[in-house]
């Protein structure tokens, strides 16, 4: 079964510093899709950045950029120069597609604190 | 253009009662997804529609959880009766297919708490 695992439950970092969330997947596939939801207070999952398995080249997205590991089943999320909005859980899942549907499954997410 | 909207975004009831979710997806997405989100976890999928037909509902609790989406517009998720366990976030996302795979677009969410 297809699981994705967030090891760290809570990230805190200072304004205009950058962090580094971690997430690992396990998949039997080679050709699949990965995100990064926030989440803020207001419970709003929003997208972030999205990878496809199949691109060798890491996502970028203004400040947010992923280091997409095919190999070690690794895809980690880089927030450079972090601003006080950026606080919120953020969720790494995995796009699986079975018998026709297509559905993510998250991992358990990270909190992150943006300290000023 | 406007996002995905859910309502009721609170309610309260006592176990063994009935609840209703009501979710209208981003204009011209045709799937559409229910999540449970458990405090403390990432959401879990309940139910996809494609259109107006179920696309997967392997993991709703059938004997207690329903849903529907009429026209392949709006939908609604119905729980009767409702357990204590149920209290969670529910979830609504749309999606607009890009490429090979489904961008999803979450609602606020509808909290619902079971006394």
């Known amino acids: 079964a297809q699981t994705v695992t967030q090891s760290q439950p809570e990230m805190s970092v200072q304004e205009a510093e950058t962090v580094t969330l971690s997430c690992t997947y396990d998949?039997?596939?080679?050709?699949?899709?990965l995100f990064w939801y926030k989440q803020p207070p207001s419970r709003q999952m929003i997208l972030v950045i999205r990878?496809?398995?199949?691109?060798?080249q890491n996502a970028t997205e203004n400040r947010f950029s992923v280091n997409f590991q095919k190999a070690a089943k690794s895809f980690s999320l880089k927030i450079s120069d972090s601003q006080l909005g950026d606080a919120a859980m953020y969720f790494c899942?995995?796009?699986?597609?079975?018998?026709?549907?297509?559905?993510?499954?998250f991992g358990k997410g990270t909190k992150l604190t943006v300290n000023p | 253009e406007a996002g995905v909207a859910q309502s009721p975004r609170y309610k309260i009831i006592e176990k063994r009662q009935s609840v209703a979710f009501w979710c209208n997806p981003i204009?011209?997405?045709?799937?559409l997804y229910w999540y449970q989100q458990i405090l403390g976890q990432g959401p879990k999928l309940l139910i996809q529609?494609?259109?107006?037909?179920?696309?997967?509902d392997s993991q709703l609790p059938k004997d207690r959880f329903s849903a529907e989406r009429l026209k392949g517009v709006d939908s609604t998720l119905k729980i009767q009766p409702a357990k204590l366990e149920d209290s969670a976030v529910y979830l609504c996302?749309?999606?607009?297919?890009?490429?090979?795979?489904?961008?999803?677009?979450f609602g606020p969410g509808t909290r619902l708490t079971v006394l």
């Open positions: 996302a749309s999606g607009r297919r890009g490429g090979d795979t489904d961008t999803q677009y």
């Open positions: 998949t039997s596939e080679s050709d699949y899709y």
């Open positions: 990878q496809e398995a199949y691109k060798q």
């Open positions: 899942a995995y796009s699986l597609t079975q018998g026709g549907s297509e559905k993510l499954v």
């Open positions: 204009s011209g997405h045709a799937t």
């Open positions: 529609f494609q259109n107006n037909g179920v696309v997967d």
